[in-house]
Every structure is written in structure tokens, then in C-alpha cells.
Nanobody, 121 residues
């Protein structure tokens, strides 16, 4: 059974940092792209960043380029999202997902339960 478990969310002031973790199990980590997505109240789910576990290629939404960094530890089957210089507009529930394409949420088959990130001004 494929499982994805996010952690690391919380409340932070604008300009602060958080690191999200996504622990994966139930599949061969190297086979899938892993993505981070977020959904704010009243808005559609949007892609934030993704990484190819096989070659480490990374992609970012324009809104987070230069502030967020995605990385993976294949030995631990874990993907991280380091978020720096956080802004109030980054407030959302953040999800990790596996087995999809790029930053397109509808292409991903497996999802975690989400972790709340709140950035205060």
C-alpha cells in the first residue's frame, strides 16, 4: 500500500522558514516523481515543486522560485521542501503526492493527508 505522510507544518512569521517532510512507503522511491502542492481556502490546488527521484531533476512554480528548495533522501524514502522567506500568501495546506507529471495535480495518483502552513504578517 502506497503511503505518504507529511510533517513539519506550523505557524511562522513572515520572513521565516519551515521545512516540510514527506515520508513515503509502499513503492520503489526511484520510480516516481514526487511533488509538493498547496491549497489555500477557496482556491484550487496548485503545484509548488516536484522532483524526479531517479535523476534529481527539480521544478518550481514561479511564485516560489528562489525561496523554496526541494530535495530527496532516497535512502530514507523522504522528500523535503525547505521554505525560506515565507510570505502570508504562502499560507495553505501543503500536500505531497507521488506518481505524476510535473506540477499538474490531476496527474498524480497518490496523496498524503496534508500539513497546514500558516504565515502571519
Amino acid at each position: 500500500e502506497v503511503q505518504l505522510v507529511e510533517s513539519g507544518g506550523g505557524l511562522v512569521q513572515a520572513g521565516g522558514s519551515l521545512r516540510l517532510s514527506c515520508a513515503a512507503s509502499g513503492f520503489t522511491f526511484d520510480d516516481y516523481a514526487i511533488g509538493w502542492f498547496r491549497q489555500a481556502p477557496g482556491k484550487e490546488r496548485e503545484g509548488v515543486s516536484c522532483i524526479s527521484s531517479s535523476d534529481g531533476s527539480t521544478y518550481y512554480a514561479d511564485s516560489v522560485k528562489g525561496r523554496f528548495t526541494i530535495s530527496s533522501d532516497n535512502a530514507k524514502n523522504t522528500v523535503y521542501l525547505q521554505m525560506n522567506s515565507l510570505k502570508p500568501e504562502d499560507t495553505a495546506v501543503y500536500y505531497c503526492a507521488a506518481d505524476g507529471f510535473g506540477l499538474l495535480p490531476k496527474t498524480y495518483d497518490y496523496w498524503g493527508q496534508g500539513t497546514q502552513v500558516t504565515v502571519s504578517s
